[in-house]
């Protein structure tokens, strides 16, 4: 089974904010694949479970705060005798610019708490994840800009690239992870935006 992780933080105070475009993408993904979510206490997790191109998958939004995610992505992932290689870690990044997307196969958290969260549970960072650029204000704090709602010029662009990074976690998982970093690495939204205009 493949594990889509995407991190968050629970509570409708948390949407529409730079910190939890992760759940934004797996909840793309569930419509996407037509996946109800429910609870899984144990785990501290909602789930919902799926298949796409012959893969089991489950979709986990972890219910304990960022800080703490690998607490319960690990467990979940352990309990389905899941190796890394079958984890797949969605995340906002605030060192890439708006509107991004970059796929990477290992490396550290950069000093996101609940990428470093997830590595600390596992044991190691060799394992897929899709970050997604909300970059930062100059006038607010990274915490105030990552916990801030986006304005509505900036919602659209995020919008785009989580539809995007939906694509991409389903090229992952038809086609590899080559595939999908050789298609998505350095996708922009405000690109794809005006050569939809054209």
């Known amino acids: 089974m493949k594990l889509i992780a995407g991190l968050g933080n629970?509570?409708?105070?948390?949407?529409?904010?730079p910190h939890n475009v992760g759940f934004d993408v797996v909840d793309g993904l569930a419509q996407r694949l037509e996946a109800g979510w429910k609870n899984s206490s144990g785990f501290h997790a909602r789930v919902a479970r799926t298949t796409y191109a012959g893969e089991a998958l489950m979709l986990v939004k972890p219910q304990t705060f960022m800080n703490l995610s690998g607490t319960s992505v690990v467990p979940l992932?352990?309990?389905?005798?899941?190796?890394?290689?079958d984890l797949t870690v969605v995340l906002d990044d605030a060192d890439l610019p708006l509107?991004?997307?970059?796929?990477?196969?290992?490396?550290?958290?950069?000093?996101?708490?609940?990428?470093?969260?997830?590595?600390?549970?596992?044991?190691?960072?060799?394992?897929?994840r899709v970050r997604l650029g909300v970059g930062r204000e100059e006038r607010k704090g990274l915490v105030d800009h990552v916990l801030g709602k986006f304005d509505e010029p900036r919602l659209k662009l995020v919008q785009a690239t989580v539809g995007a990074a939906v694509d991409a976690v389903l090229c992952l998982i038809e086609h590899g992870l080559d595939e999908s970093m050789n298609r998505f690495n350095g996708w922009s939204a405000e690109q794809a935006q005006s050569e939809d205009r054209k």
């Not at 958290?109 to 044991?123: D, F, K, T």
């Open 10 to 17: 629970p509570g409708e105070n948390y949407a529409n904010t």
């Open 77 to 85: 992932l352990r309990y389905f005798n899941g190796d890394p290689k």
């Open 99 to 128: 509107g991004r997307l970059r796929i990477r196969t290992s490396g550290g958290s950069g000093g996101h708490r609940g990428l470093a969260s997830v590595i600390e549970a596992l044991g190691t960072d060799t394992f897929a």
